[in-house]
Structure formats: C-alpha cells, structure tokens
C-alpha cells in the first residue's frame, strides 16, 4: 500500500486539514483524516501578518514560516500516531503550507505559501513535496486555482455535465463538460467576507449553518454595488484572495449609510451565492453542481445557489463518495504522488500558464 498524506491549510485558517490517501484502491480512498485547530497565538500573528503586508519584520515572517512548520508536523504526527501507521509507511507530504500573499497581478507576479518544508520533513520522518504554485506563476499563469486537475481526475463524467465548487475562504469552480479540456477560476468570495463580519459584529469564527444571514433581510441595492466589482466580470483566467475580498473593501462599498448588521451578513450571502451561480451559468450551462470546501456546510448558502440554479443539481461532493472537507488535503496528496511521478498537475487552460508543469520542490527525508 502506497500512502500519500496531503496537508491544506487556507486562507480561513479555521484548521490544518490532512487526509492519509491510498492510491492503490481506484480511484482513491481516505484512510485517515483530521482537522486539527490552530494554536490561538500561531493563529493570530499570521493573521496579523497577512492582515499588515505592507509592515512585515522579516525575522517574525521567518519565526511564522518555522513555527507553520512545527503545527504542521504535529498535526501529521498525531494523524498517524492515531491510525497506527508508521511514518516510513508513507512515501510522501504533499504540504500546501499557508498563503501569506497572493500577486500575480504585479509586474513581477508572485505567490508565497509559508510552512518550511525542510523542518516539515526533519520533524515527521517523511518525504515533503511543497510549493506548489510558484512554477505555474513563472509560467505565466495565475498559480490558481489547482484543485481543476484533481477534480477532472475524480470527478469528470460521461453521464453528465458537472461544476465543482470549492467554497473555502474564496470560492472556485471547476468545468467539467463533455469534450473540452478541463477549466476553472476563483469565481470570488467564498466564506472570507461571511466570516470576517460575523467575527466584527458579533465575535464568532463563522456563521453556522449561515444561520445569523437567514434572520436578515438581503438589501438588494447594496447586493448590485457589491456585485459591480470588476473582478466578477474579468474573463478568466483569473484568481484573487483576501488581498481584494476583506473587510475594507466592504467598508468602502457600505459607505456610511447605517444598516442592521443581519441584513449585511444576508446581502453577503447573497452575494456569493450570486458569484458562483452566475459563474456556473455563463461557463457550465446545465451542469449538475456538486460543492466542497467548509461552505458545503452553510445549508442557507446552498439553498441560495440552488434557487439561482434551479432546475440544476446542486449537491456536495459527498455524493461523488469525496468528503467535501478533505477533497483538498486529498487532491495535495495526489500532487505529492504526481511530482515524485514525474508527471505534470496543472492544466494552462485553468491557469492561464504555458503549460502543464510539474510542480513543487521535493524534500527527501532519505
Ligand atoms: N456549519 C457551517 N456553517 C457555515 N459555514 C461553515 C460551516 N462549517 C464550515 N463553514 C465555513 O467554512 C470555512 C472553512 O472552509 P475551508 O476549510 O474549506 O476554507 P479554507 O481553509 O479557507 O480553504 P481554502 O484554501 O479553500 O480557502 C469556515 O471559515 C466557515 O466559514
Ligand atoms: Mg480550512
């Protein structure tokens, strides 16, 4: 048996996600999972660095970039320790790390993802395969979104048309239509801004169940200015992240008019409800949707999406036998296996690169 561990922490930071993989069952199977939380502390100085870009102190960056590390090793450690598997019984780490800064928008287009690999592999006893999205950049694409190519791999059909989306702090889509190689882009918000007002107003990490937007009223003239955002209509491909959807670009799209906090959250809602849908329709007519990432748990944001695509299939990707919250950590085990393979995992037709790359840098344990 051939074990992979695939490691994803996103840009929510609500958890470091890691799913042990067996490739040898087609096309896959989840061994072991586990969502482990971070540590406050850890949590809020990245945060913090992320949230002060412009006022980084390089030695805290280097801290940051060790300490990721270190949490991403114990939740590693622990996984096996719990499922009894020994750690030379895993051929590789596939570790996402943490994006501090996405740009690939500059004249020099970067991405950063923190987390060092070497004190990743010196402190599990494994083999790591990490940075993932700088060779896509250098090629000319967008670096993201790479979830389309695992998608295709599992989730293409020939029965039917099919979007996959992942609602994680962005929100991106995948197309997976008859006869046309695989495409996606991050459609816009996904969690990030339904997070970030319900942590202002009222203190809590997310809104459960999307239930604090189902007590209030969507505003639909503030819905339009929110979608008027260019972004939304940009061809793809296209990719962004809290640099463009946070809470100050809110602020300056709410202007001072006063408004019930509730009705905000349900406008936000709304609102990307109203980006995934449209995205579905102009690039997937007809498709049956099947959704991933911690969002397929907001039953009122699904039921938003599902009422702009109706008659169309809306469900988690739980149907397709993938757990919507480890399709992540699962597709980064999968890129692990491909890069030690010597095989490609990203698509231009997604990210707009020259080509399909091998990603990654492989960090041998031995
Ligand atoms: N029961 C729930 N009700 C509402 N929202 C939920 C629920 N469970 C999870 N979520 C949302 O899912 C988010 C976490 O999703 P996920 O882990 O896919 O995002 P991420 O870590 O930011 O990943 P990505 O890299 O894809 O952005 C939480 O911050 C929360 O907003
Ligand atoms: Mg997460």
């Avoid at 102190?57 to 590390?69: F, Y």
């Avoid at 819905?223 to 940009?234: I, R, V």
């Avoid at 469900?315 to 919507?324: E, H, R, Y």
Wanted: charged fraction near 20%; include cysteine.
């Amino acid at each position: 048996m051939a074990l992979y561990l695939g490691m994803m922490s996103g840009t929510s930071m609500d958890a470091i996600d890691a799913a042990l993989v067996d490739f040898d069952v087609a096309p896959l199977r989840i061994v072991a999972s586990s969502a482990t939380p971070f540590e406050p502390d850890l949590k809020q100085r990245v945060t913090a660095l992320v949230d002060r870009w412009d006022h980084v102190c390089l030695d805290e960056l280097g801290q940051l970039d060790v300490a990721l590390a270190h949490a991403f090793a114990a939740a590693s450690n622990e996984l096996l320790r719990s499922a009894g598997i020994a750690p030379d019984a895993v051929t590789a780490i596939g570790s996402h790390g943490q994006t501090i800064r996405h740009r690939p928008d500059l004249p020099f287009p970067f991405t950063t993802q923190i987390g060092d690999p070497s004190t990743l592999t010196e402190a599990t006893g494994i083999t790591v395969v990490a940075d993932f999205r700088r060779r896509d950049v250098a090629a000319g694409g967008q670096g993201a979104p790479l979830l389309p190519v695992f998608h295709d791999q599992v989730f293409r059909s020939d029965a039917e048309p099919r979007a996959i989306v992942n609602l994680g702090g962005i929100g991106n889509v995948t197309v997976l239509t008859r006869g046309s190689s695989v495409t996606g882009f991050d459609t816009g918000p996904g969690n990030r801004l339904l997070d970030a007002w319900i942590g202002r107003h009222r203190g809590l990490d997310y809104d459960q169940d999307g239930a604090w937007a189902a007590s209030g009223t969507c505003d639909q003239a503030l819905l339009e200015h929110l979608l008027d955002e260019p972004y939304l209509s940009l061809p793809p491909p296209k990719s962004t992240g809290r640099e463009l959807f946070n809470l100050e670009w809110l602020d300056n799209k709410l202007g001072p008019s006063p408004r019930r906090p509730e009705d905000v959250q349900a406008t936000l809602l709304e609102f990307t409800a109203a980006s995934v849908a449209d995205a579905v329709r102009r690039f997937a007519p007809g498709a049956s949707l099947y959704v991933c990432g911690g969002g397929a748990h907001n039953q009122t944001l699904l039921r938003a999406i599902a009422r702009r695509l109706a008659p169309q299939r809306v469900a988690s990707t739980a149907v397709l036998g993938l757990d919507p919250d480890y399709v992540e950590a699962v597709a980064f085990a999968w890129f692990a296996r491909r890069t030690l393979a010597g095989l490609t995992s990203s698509a231009g037709s997604v990210t707009g690169a020259r080509g399909a790359r091998i990603l990654g840098g492989v960090y041998r344990h031995a």
